[in-house]
């Protein structure tokens, strides 16, 4: 089946620095992606999306980018601020109008 | 805003007992969705619903079954709980027009 993977378990960032966080996946049917945040102890909250007519979207303080040449597809958060740190969460909607999740990546922010 | 309501955040269960977890939504969202979610797995489909009173197999349904009879409320039901049904439990929904899905808090599980 398709597969959406992360290239890292855990990002550890500087308060103010950006923040990127990478998802590979192996569908090149999909036509959407989304990104999810999820705080500890909460269920997953959306955060931004994309369709696969696009390269890039930015939505308050976060980009997406898409790269359907390398199936590849990125979160970027300008100014991270201790209240980032979660665990993100990339999707692709496959064929079957389904959601197929990654595994997610832990943010953490330094002070 | 949407907003899915899983009736418990802690739940604490004995094996072989018959365990409830219920899920409300109020935004007439026509699909819903159980999901499990444990540590290096990620989040995978138990049970999904396009309307009332339908129900589809997800990708791990071994154990579990579903009922919804109100277009707001779906329930997973576990039979018989066993211990590696221990896990975090995500309900969630979604208009038929869009892929974006809406998620609740989640019911953290435990069977001893």
């Known amino acids: 089946g398709e597969s959406v993977g992360l290239h890292l378990p855990t990002l550890s960032v500087q308060e103010g620095d950006n923040s990127i966080i990478n998802c590979a996946y192996s569908?090149?049917?999909?036509?959407?992606f989304i990104w999810y945040k999820q705080e500890s102890g909460k269920g997953p909250q959306f955060i931004i999306d994309?369709?696969?007519?696009?390269d890039k979207r930015q939505g308050q303080r976060v980009t997406v980018l898409l790269n359907k040449t390398v199936k590849h597809l990125s979160l970027q958060i300008a100014a991270t601020q201790p209240g980032d740190s979660a665990v993100y969460f990339c999707a692709e909607n496959n064929a079957g109008n389904m959601l197929t999740f990654g595994g997610g990546t832990r943010l953490m922010v330094k002070p | 805003d949407v907003k899915v309501t899983q009736s418990s955040r802690y739940l604490v269960k004995r094996t072989g007992e018959k365990v409830f977890l219920e899920c409300v939504q109020d935004m007439d969202h026509e699909n819903m969705f159980w999901y499990r979610q444990d540590p290096g797995l990620g989040l995978r489909l138990i049970y999904f619903?396009?309307?009332?009173?339908?129900?589809e197999k997800g990708d791990i349904p071994e154990g579990y079954s579903v009922s919804r009879e109100k277009k707001e409320r779906f329930s997973l039901i576990l039979e018989s709980a066993s211990t590696n049904q221990t896990s975090m439990y995500l309900c969630?929904?979604?208009?038929?027009?869009?892929?974006?899905?809406?998620f609740g808090s989640g019911t953290q599980l435990s069977v001893l």
């Open positions: 994309i369709r696969s007519n696009m």
């Open positions: 969630a929904s979604r208009s038929t027009r869009y892929e974006k899905l809406f």
């Open positions: 569908n090149s049917a999909s036509d959407y």
């Open positions: 619903s396009y309307d009332v009173k339908m129900k």
